[in-house]
C-alpha cells in the first residue's frame, strides 16, 4: 500500500532526533511522572486509593486509517481517542500514554510532528501526559500503538457483563455520524480522483452539515465526563464504548451480561446532519445509527429506579443522553422494534477483523 507521508520535506527521519525532540516538547510533565520520556522506562506515582485501567490500541494504516482522507495530525488525534473512550467507558480517569511507532522510510519528520500535533491536543484536553514509547522503521505502512492508563475508584468500575433484565439502554450523544462523514470522505475522494464531484456534492445543501460529519469522523469526543458521571454516582450497571457499531456493541454488553435487549429504532438519536445525509443519499437513518463505528458514544444500562437520577444529573451537566431500548432474557435474543410498532430480530452489523465483511458471524448466535 502507498504510504503518504507529507512530500513537503525531503529530510529523513531519525529515531535519536526525534525522541530528542519528544523529549524537548513533552519531557516536562507533573510531579506525579518520576521519570518520563529520555530513560529505559517511565516511572510514576500511582494514584493513591484508585484502581490503576490500562488499555493500548493499535492502529494499521489500511486497516484503521487511510492517509488519503486523513492527515497524519487526525490520525494522532483520533488514535488518542480511541484510547481516551475506552478509559470512558470504564468509568475511569485517564492519566498516561506510551506511543510505539512504526514508520516507513518515506515517512518525513514533519508528519510525525504533525501526528504528536494531533495526539496531544487530544491528550492535553484531558489531562493526559507522554511519558514514553518505542520508534521502529516499518518495511510496509505505518502502525501505532497507544497505551493509556487511567484510574478508577474501588468498586465504581463500569464493566460489560452487570446488565440485569428490566434495565433500560441509554447512548450519549448521537449515533451513525461518523459512517455518514467517512462515507463523505470517501466519495469526494473518489468522485475527486475520476475528475468530477458529482455525487459527493451532491449531497447536502450548504455545506456546514458535511463538516460537521466529516468533522465527527475525523474529531470524535471521547464521553470521559459522562462515563465519570455513572461511575462515581453508581448510575450504571454496564457500559461500553461503541467503537465497532451499536448493534455489535450492545451484543457484547448482552452476551457477557448473559441477557438480550429491545432497541426502539425511533429511539436512536440522529443528528440533523446525519438525517440531511441519509435522506440525500437515499438511506435509512436508522441503519446508518445501528452499523456505525467510530462514534465513540458510551452505550450503558441503568436500573428503572435511578432513571430519574440519571436524567436529572444529566440535564444538569448539559450532557445529551437518550434512552433506546431496555435489557430482556436471553432468549429474546436482540431485537429492534421498529417504527411501526413491531419487534425484529437485530441483525449484527459490525466491523469483524479477518472476516472481510461488516456481516457478523455473531448473527447467527442470536437469531431466534
Ligand atoms: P529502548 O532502547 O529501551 O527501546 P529507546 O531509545 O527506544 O529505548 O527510547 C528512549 C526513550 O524515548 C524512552 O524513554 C522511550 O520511552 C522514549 N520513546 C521512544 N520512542 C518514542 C515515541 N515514539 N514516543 C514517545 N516516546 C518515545
Ligand atoms: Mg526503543
Known amino acids: 500500500m502507498a504510504t503518504r507521508c507529507s512530500p513537503l520535506v525531503a529530510s529523513r527521519l531519525d529515531e535519536f532526533r526525534l525522541i530528542r525532540d519528544l523529549h524537548r516538547r513533552f519531557g516536562r510533565t507533573g510531579p506525579s511522572v518520576l521519570c518520563g520520556i529520555g530513560d529505559d522506562a ?3 506515582r500511582p494514584f493513591p486509593g484508585h484502581h490503576l485501567i490500562l488499555t493500548t490500541d493499535l492502529l494499521a494504516e489500511g486497516v484503521h486509517f487511510n492517509l488519503g482522507t486523513a492527515t497524519f495530525e487526525d490520525v494522532g488525534y483520533k488514535a488518542a481517542v480511541a484510547n481516551l ?3 470512558a467507558a470504564m468509568g475511569g480517569i485517564p492519566h498516561y500514554v506510551l506511543v510505539a511507532l512504526a514508520l516507513p522510510a518515506s515517512c518525513t519528520p514533519v508528519a510525525v510532528e504533525q501526528f504528536y500535533q494531533g495526539l496531544m491536543g487530544a ?26 492508563t487511567g484510574s478508577v475508584e474501588p468498586r465504581r468500575a463500569l464493566t460489560r457483563d452487570g446488565a440485569r433484565e428490566g434495565d433500560l439502554v441509554y447512548v450519549t450523544g448521537t449515533l451513525g455520524d461518523s459512517l455518514a462523514g467517512l462515507t463523505l470522505l470517501a466519495a469526494g475522494r473518489t468522485s475527486r480522483s475520476a475528475g468530477g464531484t ?37 448510575l450504571a450497571t454496564a457500559a461500553i464504548d461503541v467503537s465497532d457499531g451499536l448493534s455489535g456493541d450492545l451484543a457484547h454488553v448482552c452476551e457477557q451480561s448473559n441477557v438480550g435487549a429491545e432497541i426502539e429504532a425511533a429511539a436512536l438519536p440522529l443528528s440533523p446532519a446525519c438525517r440531511a445525509y441519509a435522506a440525500a443519499a437515499g438511506l435509512d437513518p436508522v441503519g446508518i445509527a445501528l452499523r456505525g463505528g467510530e462514534d465513540y458514544e458510551l452505550l450503558f444500562t441503568v436500573p428503572p429506579d435511578k432513571r430519574t437520577t440519571l436524567e436529572r444529573r444529566a440535564r444538569e451537566a448539559g450532557y445529551r443522553i437518550s434512552r433506546i431500548g431496555t435489557i430482556q432474557p436471553k432468549q429474546l435474543g436482540l431485537r429492534l422494534k421498529g417504527r411501526d410498532g413491531v419487534s425484529r430480530r437485530l441483525r449484527i452489523l459490525s466491523y469483524r477483523h479477518f472476516q472481510g ?7 447467527a448466535a442470536w437469531s431466534h
Open 198 to 234: 458529482r455525487r459527493s456534492r451532491l449531497l447536502l445543501h450548504g455545506d456546514r452539515y458535511r463538516r460537521a460529519l466529516i468533522l465527527r469522523h475525523l474529531r470524535p469526543t471521547p464521553r470521559l465526563k459522562e462515563g465519570r458521571l455513572l461511575a462515581t454516582h453508581r
Open 123 to 148: 491528550c492535553r484536553s484531558h489531562g493526559v501526559q507522554l511519558v514514553g514509547g518505542d520508534t521502529s522503521s516499518s518495511l510496509r505502512g505505518v502502525f501505532i500503538s497507544l497505551t493509556m
Open 357 to 363: 465483511s461488516r456481516a457478523t458471524q455473531r448473527e
Open 42 to 44: 517511565a516511572i510514576i
Open 85 to 87: 473512550s475506552d478509559i
